[in-house]
T-cell receptor, first 118, second 114 residues
Framework: DAGITQSPRHKVTETGTPVTLRCHQT?????MYWYRQDPGHGLRLIHY???????DKGEVSDGYSVSRSKTEDFLLTLESATSSQTSVYFC?????????????????FGEGSRLTVL | AQSVTQLGSHVSVSEGALVLLRCNYS??????LFWYVQYPNQGLQLLLK??????LVKGINGFEAEFKKSETSFHLTKPSAHMSDAAEYFC????????????FGAGTTVTVRA
């Protein structure tokens, strides 16, 4: 358990409204990621962060912004939601594996936030 | 850029039968490869990973995968399916051991028949 909490877990909103999804972690990891999951596409990276105020775009960043003012929180904002942003959003943290693979990294995922834009 | 292709979006197996999920990758440098499992309404859980140590990798729940460079493949197998294996499985690739940015395949949904 990597101590990742996503909120809200479910949200229904209307086209054109702003939406913010929150990812909170309790283990002080530097690396955090937002992915979206859609049928037939797997998971696609939206934005990621390597530390406080250090963020960058992923492959599907249009229409999304992020902020990381504290190590433990990574916020994903849809400034003006569209129906194409209806999806399940997953936050993940990256951390080094233990044991024999101590130098390799792994992603640990939150439970997801299901967003429906009407 | 690296990418993965999962062959077959749905696989149906009988309980006790072999589970085989196919994953092929493309990468300009030696990759690091992962299999994740997602149970309904849950996040993704790491099954196993290849990090260039052993080509045959054993994971949790009796799954294993073999890295074959000549075939650019990383297929996932389990000798005997259990009802609890019904889930969606994702293959993923990254270029560096500490680069947590993963590129995922489209996923394969496994159904287990009694």
């Amino acid at each position: 358990d990597a101590g990742i909490t996503q909120s809200p877990r479910h949200k229904v909103t209307e086209t054109g409204t702003p939406v913010t999804l929150r990812c909170h972690q309790t283990e002080n990891h530097r690396y955090m990621y937002w992915y979206r999951q859609d049928p037939g596409h797997g998971l696609r990276l939206i934005h990621y962060s390597y530390g406080v105020k250090d963020t960058d775009k992923g492959e599907v960043s249009d229409g999304y912004s992020v902020s990381r003012s504290k190590t433990e929180d990574f916020l994903l904002t849809l400034e003006s939601a569209t129906s194409s942003q209806t999806s399940v959003y997953f936050c993940a943290i990256g951390r080094l594996a233990g044991g024999p693979d101590a130098n390799t990294g792994e992603l640990f995922f939150g439970e997801g936030s299901r967003l429906t834009v009407l | 850029a690296q990418s993965v292709t999962q062959l077959g979006s749905h696989v149906s197996v009988s309980e006790g039968a072999l589970v085989l999920l196919r994953c092929n990758y493309s990468s300009s440098v030696p990759p690091y490869l992962f299999w994740y499992v997602q149970y309904p309404n849950q996040g993704l859980q790491l099954l196993l990973k290849y990090t260039s140590a052993a080509t045959l990798v054993k994971g949790i729940n009796g799954f294993e995968a073999e890295f074959k460079k000549s075939e650019t493949s990383f297929h996932l197998t389990k000798p005997s399916a259990h009802m609890s294996d019904a889930a969606e499985y994702f293959c993923a690739v990254s270029l560096r051991s500490n680069d947590y940015k993963l590129s995922f395949g489209a996923g394969t949904t496994v159904t287990v028949r009694a």
